[in-house]
């Protein structure tokens, strides 16, 4: 016999959680299905010295806050698992760790929930384990020399757990930037493959730009006001890192630190990977887009003030268009290229060729099967901890109209 409930929420990050906070405020009987721990993504998938890139004061969950004595700091990857820890004991979530997820199915009356625990029969189900299960790597990956030691942004942990040699840090948003600056401070000769990226200063007219983005009212732009959805969904994350000094970490904070800058790595040639030219139109093209995301801070602000502008990105006088990966110069290569929600165990058709999930702001294409915590999802702060609330809020309110219970 299988248990019933109405709600199965699967994931015990900050969206799941989110979620059953607003179903036991509307009295929805659920439970929280985690295959791991509670934050388990902050617990194990994580490198070693992450920080968070938003700052304290932006970490907020329904009805819990950041109240420790560093507002202005970035919270390490423990510290986030406890403060999502603490939440779940807070709002007292149904959680079962533990349990994995194998199968999900539509029935007449809803899903049939299949875990390595038992079965579980559902009205709605809420989609929750996360935008960034598996690393995306390009195919080319397949091709490299087996001399070389690859490692995703899951795999890797600190710098000394590289294999010896120069390191070739493929790709230059959020994660790459972090790890390129990372090793070549560890003292190993880096490599960093920029394609298109999102600049951003650290701090401008004295405030974090993350105050900026959430004040100015950016991030809380609704998806169905966002001019090219499809677009604002694959943007890549900024060029952010949280640091004590509130430091910039842009291309040329890694070129000062003695980073080598080439372009997009687009083939690989008997060994040799080959890069793009043209890196000066990829800097411009960034410090374009920065320039107008700081003119619609001063536009918005309307006081006149303009802060000081960053410099242009500098480009090399000469960049390298290839690297020979079997001259031993390259011992590890690091993609840094993003990551990719996993539905492999989602037995109803809503997944595209693309493997994203069809949905109209969280409603997803099968009655009752609702997501969370997907890029733009409802609005342009979808993914980020502060970005849950609203919602959690809103995709609940549907789904109790789904099951009757609004
Ligand atoms: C490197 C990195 C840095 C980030 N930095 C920031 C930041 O600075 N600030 C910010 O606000 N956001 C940041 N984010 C974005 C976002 O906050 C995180 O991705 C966050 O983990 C998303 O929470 P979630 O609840 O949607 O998913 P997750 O935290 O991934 O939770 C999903 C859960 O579902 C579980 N699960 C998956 N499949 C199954 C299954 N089949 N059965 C049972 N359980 C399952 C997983 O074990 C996991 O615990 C960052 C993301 C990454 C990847």
């Known amino acids: 016999m299988s248990e019933v409930t109405s709600t199965v929420v699967i994931g ?40 968070l890139l938003t700052p304290n004061w932006l970490s907020r969950l329904p009805g819990h806050a950041y109240s420790g004595a560093d507002p202005d700091g970035y919270m390490s990857a423990t510290e ?14 149904p959680v079962r760790t533990g349990v994995t997820v194998t ?24 989609l929750a384990t996360g935008a960034c299960n598996r690393p995306s790597v390009p195919g080319l990956a397949a091709g490299l020399p087996a ?60 405030r974090d730009v993350l105050w900026w983005m959430e004040e100015s009212g950016i991030w809380g732009q609704r998806y169905d006001e966002v001019d090219d959805l499809v677009r604002a969904r694959r943007l ?15 291309l040329n904070a890694l070129t000062d630190l003695g980073v080598d800058l080439v372009g997009r790595w687009s083939a690989l040639r008997d060994g040799t990977a080959l890069f793009s030219g043209g890196l000066r139109n990829v800097f411009a093209l960034a410090d374009l887009k920065q320039q107008r995301l700081l003119d619609g801070f001063d536009a918005w602000a309307a006081d006149g003030a303009t802060g000081e502008r960053p410099e242009p990105t500098r480009a090399p ?44 702001g969280g409603v997803v294409d099968s009655p009752g099967l609702y997501a969370l915590g997907l890029p733009v999802l409802r609005r342009r702060k979808s993914t980020f901890i502060h970005g849950i609330e609203d919602d959690a809020r809103e995709v609940v309110d549907h789904l109790a109209g789904w099951l009757g219970r609004s």
């Open 12 to 51: 015990a990050g900050h969206a799941g959680l989110a979620a059953s906070h607003f179903l036991t405020e509307r009295s929805i009987d659920h439970v929280v299905v985690e295959r791991g721990e509670v934050a388990n993504s902050w617990r194990r998938e994580r490198w070693e010295s992450l920080r």
């Open 80 to 93: 986030v698992g406890d403060f999502i820890a603490d939440f779940a004991v807070g709002s007292q979530a």
């Open 103 to 126: 199968s999900v199915r539509r029935t007449e009356a809803g899903y049939d929930v299949a875990t390595d625990q038992g079965a579980i029969r559902a009205g709605s189900v809420v």
């Open 147 to 206: 001399s070389v030691e690859q490692v995703t942004a899951f795999d890797y942990r600190s710098p000394d757990r590289l294999a010896e040699g120069g390191v070739l840090v493929v790709g230059a948003s959020a994660t790459g930037v972090q790890l390129a600056s990372e090793i070549r401070r560890s003292g190993r000769p880096v490599t960093l493959s920029v394609g298109e990226h999102t600049r951003m200063p650290r701090t401008y007219q004295g």
């Open 236 to 250: 890549p994350s900024p060029q952010l890192v949280g640091t004590p000094e509130r430091a910039t970490l842009d």
């Open 317 to 360: 006088a000469t960049s390298r268009l290839q690297l020979d990966l079997t001259s031993g110069e390259i011992g590890t290569v690091v993609w840094a290229t993003g990551y990719r929600p996993d539905y492999s165990w989602l037995d109803v058709p809503v997944v595209d060729g693309k493997g994203q999930l069809r949905h109209d």
